[in-house]
């Protein structure tokens, strides 16, 4: 029923920015809360950040002050901003619900900062 597509990643260095897009199809997309995952190999995957439908936001210490999540319910699409990017950041980063739906899952987008 959800459909999920990740887009923006790629290969940055130290210091740079990506803007990472999520298209939610077969969604009311403007009733749910959504967030940003990620997950490096070896490690659980992390909710990076979160914004509710009025457009509250929350982010996990590591990213606080360098990655911004919005989203424009008119195009059903949510966005993380990041901004100095550290190495440590390389991860696939997903997009889904806050609370994730297992079953919506994407391929998500893979982020590498490295020099």
């Known amino acids: 029923q959800v459909q999920l597509v990740e887009s923006g990643g790629g290969l940055v260095q130290p210091g740079g920015s990506l803007r990472l897009s999520c298209a939610a199809s077969?969604?009311?997309?403007?009733?749910?809360?959504m967030g940003w995952y990620r997950q490096a190999p070896g490690k659980q995957r992390e909710l990076v950040a979160s914004i509710t439908r009025r457009g509250t936001t929350n982010y996990t210490d590591s990213v606080k002050g360098r990655f911004t999540i919005s989203r424009d319910n008119a195009k059903n699409t949510v966005y993380l901003q990041m901004n100095s990017l550290k190495p440590e950041d390389t991860a696939v980063y997903y997009c889904n619900l806050d609370p994730p739906r297992q079953n919506s899952w994407g391929q998500g987008t893979q982020v590498t900062v490295s020099s």
């Open positions: 077969r969604i009311i997309f403007s009733a749910y809360a």
